[in-house]
């Protein structure tokens, strides 16, 4: 069952780069990895998913080291609207879902 | 095209009491997974479904069931409430239950406070 962990919280002004890191050890061979972003009382919104090397869509960018035992999520140029808490999520195959504790991400002027 | 949505949106039980939420999968996938969201927390898995079958549980007593249905809608169920209950359940759905297809999808959660 994998164990994940994050920082509890990072801040960053507007227009930089912010790089979020989620430490997952015993990650299993089926596991997935994917990121989360939730604002108060909604649920979780995808933002990539990857298993390994890096992947790259609109928003963001997953990088995944080849013993996939972290993954850091990069957000590029990052707004107001972009302060949440995020989420990376492990697992796969049906078995046990596993979140972090997530990372509240506070962005300012 | 709707995502997933879910029902009530809030919902308050006393002790002892049972509760059903609902939720609804986005059109076409099969897979629906269910986690509990206590307040401050991350969220915590408690079952998966696919095709109408229970393909992964998480360490949840007894009190919590769940079922997935032939048009892949789902119902979780929770018996005898605790005050600990409390919490932000939310509901996700996928294609499927393997590899890439399992990208998930979550609903904006039923919030339920238990008195």
């Known amino acids: 069952l994998a164990k994940t962990t994050q920082p509890i919280s990072m801040d960053s002004y507007e227009g930089q780069e912010v790089n979020i890191t989620c430490s997952h050890n015993n990650i299993a061979t089926n596991d997935y990895i994917t990121w989360y972003q939730q604002f108060p009382s909604q649920g979780p919104r995808f933002i990539i998913q990857g298993y390994k090397t890096k992947v790259t869509n609109e928003v963001a960018s997953l990088f995944i080291p080849a013993d996939r035992k972290s993954s850091t999520l990069s957000l590029p140029r990052v707004s107001l609207s972009d302060t949440a808490v995020y989420y990376c999520?492990?697992?796969?195959?049906?078995?046990?879902?596993?979140f972090g504790p997530g990372t509240r991400l506070s962005v300012l002027p | 095209d709707a995502g997933v949505t879910q029902s009530p949106t809030h919902l308050i039980k006393t002790r002892g009491q049972h509760v059903t939420l609902r939720c609804s999968p986005i059109s076409g996938h099969k897979s629906v997974s269910w986690y509990q969201q206590v307040l401050g927390q991350g969220p915590q898995f408690i079952f998966q479904?696919?095709?109408?079958?229970?393909?992964g549980r998480g360490n949840f007593p007894d009190r919590f069931s769940a079922r997935q249905f032939p048009n892949y809608s789902s119902e979780l169920n929770v018996n005898a409430l605790l005050l600990g209950d409390s919490a932000l359940y939310l509901c996700a759905s996928s294609l499927k239950y393997q590899g890439i297809e399992e990208t998930q999808y979550f609903g904006p959660g039923t919030r339920l406070l238990v008195l």
């Open positions: 999520l492990v697992g796969g195959y049906g078995q046990n879902f596993v």
């Open positions: 479904y696919y095709e109408k079958e229970e393909r």
